[in-house]
């Protein structure tokens, strides 16, 4: 029972790395704006920004760095 419960474990503790992006998603880049209150580009004010902008030159092939579907790109 013990050997079942840690090959479980293990198990889902795989399928979690697979689904993170562990991986840059591109070759050269830098961070623009990071997660966090930062002031919004459109109406300079505070607002929560949910995730990671990077800028890199321009046509760089961009890369995923974990499995999913492009909803937006801009």
Excluded: C, Y
């Excluded at 840690?6 to 889902?12: H, V, Y």
């Excluded at 697979?18 to 966090?36: H, I, N, V, Y």
């Excluded at 890199?56 to 937006?72: C, D, E, Q, Y």
């Amino acid at each position: 029972m013990a050997v079942e419960q840690q090959l479980d474990r293990w198990n889902a503790m795989e399928q979690l790395l697979a689904a993170l992006p562990l991986t840059a998603p591109a070759d050269q880049f830098s961070l623009s704006s990071s997660f966090g209150t930062r002031i919004d580009p459109f109406t300079r004010k505070p607002a929560f920004h949910e995730g990671l902008d990077f800028a890199g030159p321009l046509n760089s092939p961009i890369k995923a760095p974990a499995p999913g579907v492009v909803t937006r790109v801009g």
